[in-house]
């Protein structure tokens, strides 16, 4: 296989088809229902698993992310690709960051994980779908009308390797389980200090449903790997679509969703319906709002978080910043009633898209420039 | 030959901007500078889009792709 295979649309096409496959098995082996990857979730558990917030079902020190970036550095080291870089205005990119992580918790899911439910009989991923579509295409306009976050500058080649270590630093608390947490404690009147979270591991929810480490990790590397020689990317694949009728990246997407609705017949895992779907709500005005939202911080920033991932892995400075924008995103998410549950949207949940889309609107025309 | 400065632009802006200038080009040549692989390969697809040939040089870590119409 040379080098330039993955640039081909077979390439491509190869790469949907394994991260399908690949996710459809790491549901059955463990990770939880539609949800073999998800950049969003997986984050999300990070979040909770670091304490940044404290809903108890959703903590855990995923080993997919990690398999990215680190499979990411892999692939970027082996064909010099390797780019330490950053300065296109990172603060903007963590907002949007923080915000795309907000809407797609309202869905709940990231479009990865939009396109494993639709492969797993969730219907309700296509109304998602059709938000992040249009999300992306307001996006579009605005890259149209002359939106940039501006230049990127070479760096230092160990300002790249700050995301990977911090990848391994996570890998090493999973191994270690360390206890960082002290409270107090009253039994009886007598007032004891105890050991506790974080590090927080859900003891039930979908935080507690995980593939074996070393499959989930040895997977994910391959992903990154791939994702990187391939560019995958689910935003860029309907932004090129919609901007330059280029269907390169859409290819890879609906060999994905093939792949894996394959997978889950095959493994029995094809549920089809728009109620009582595993972690997921029917609520279609709040899945369209949430992954339009999605849609249109992804668009502004230049990438889905998977593809974000990949970057911050070969170097990209500001794709880290993006990457830690929605990890925190994800605290804010649980802490303040926003992130949504299978009963239906959060208290807050509506309120906080809202903001996240007028956020996103202002980015877009503030941050115009007419090219020569 | 026209000159398009697209260096630490990320996708989809050096499209864009190889877009606009296919699109004033009437005859001749078109120099996009690029420093990454996504970019210049990006570039080189959108110009083979609009049916346009392309030629590439690498010094150090940029790129330059020629673009003409055939």
């Known amino acids: 296989m040379k080098a330039g295979f993955f640039a081909t649309r077979w390439g491509i096409v ?9 996710a459809a098995l790491l549901q059955y082996l463990g990770n939880p229902p539609n949800m073999g990857v998800c950049v969003a979730c997986m984050e999300r558990d990070i979040a909770g698993a ?21 499979g990411s550095l892999i692939a970027a080291l082996l064909f010099k690709e390797y780019r330490a870089r950053s300065g296109s205005a990172p603060i903007v990119r963590f907002c949007l960051g923080m915000f795309a992580m907000i809407g797609a918790l309202v869905f709940l899911g990231c479009p990865w994980r939009a396109l494993l439910r639709l492969a797993g009989g969730d219907w309700n991923a296509l109304v998602g779908i059709a938000g992040l579509t249009v999300g992306i295409g307001v996006g579009v306009l605005f890259l149209k009308g002359g939106y940039n976050l501006g230049r990127t500058y070479k760096a230092k ?18 191994m270690a389980k360390p206890l960082f947490g002290r409270a107090k404690q009253v039994v009886d009147g007598v007032e004891t200090i105890i050991i506790t979270g974080p590090v927080f591991f859900s003891a039930e929810g979908p935080g507690s449903m995980a593939a074996p480490v070393a499959v989930s990790l040895l997977v994910a590397i391959a992903i990154g790997f791939l994702a ?13 679509v919609i901007l330059t009728r280029d269907f390169h990246l859409v290819s890879g997407i609906v060999a994905l969703v093939v792949a ?4 889950n017949l095959v493994l029995k895992q094809f549920h089809p319906g728009w109620e009582g779907q595993p972690i997921a709500h029917a609520n279609h005005l709040w899945n369209f709002m949430g992954m339009a939202l999605s849609g249109l911080a992804f668009s502004l920033a230049g990438g889905c978080p998977g593809r974000q991932l990949i970057l911050s892995g070969e170097g990209d400075g500001d794709a880290a910043v993006f990457v830690l924008g929605m990890i925190v995103g994800a605290g804010f998410a649980h802490n303040f009633t926003i992130a949504s549950s299978p009963a239906g949207p959060a208290l807050f949940g509506p309120a906080a898209v809202v903001i996240g889309i007028v956020f996103c609107l202002i980015v877009g025309f503030a941050m115009r420039e007419k090219f020569a | 030959m026209k000159q398009i400065d697209a260096r630490g632009l ?12 296919m699109a004033e080009l009437s005859g001749g040549k078109l120099e996009v500078l690029v420093d990454s692989v996504t970019s210049r ?3 080189m697809r959108a110009a083979r889009l609009e049916g346009c040939e392309t030629e590439v040089s690498a010094k150090d ?3 330059s792709v020629i673009i003409s119409k055939k």
């Not at chain 1, 190869?14 to 690949?22: D, P, Q, S, T, Y």
């Not at chain 1, 304490?51 to 903590?59: P, T």
């Not at chain 1, 080649?157 to 999973?174: C, E, K, S, T």
Request: proline share 6%; hydrophobic share 60%; aromatic share 8%.
């Open chain 2, 10 to 21: 990320s996708c989809p802006q050096p499209v864009i901007m190889a877009r606009k200038g």
């Open chain 2, 61 to 63: 870590d940029e790129f």
């Open chain 1, 228 to 240: 990187q020689r391939s560019r995958f990317c689910t935003m860029g694949a309907v932004r090129d």
């Open chain 1, 157 to 174: 080649p160990f300002a790249g390797l700050i995301m990977p270590l911090i990848m391994v630093a996570l890998f090493a608390m999973l």
């Open chain 1, 50 to 70: 670091l304490g940044l917030h404290r809903a108890a079902v959703v903590q855990y020190l995923r080993p997919e992310i990690m398999g990215f970036v680190i």
């Open chain 1, 14 to 22: 190869a790469v949907g088809l394994f991260i399908g496959v690949a």
């Open chain 2, 41 to 43: 390969d990006n570039v």
């Open chain 1, 260 to 263: 894996a609705l394959a997978a």
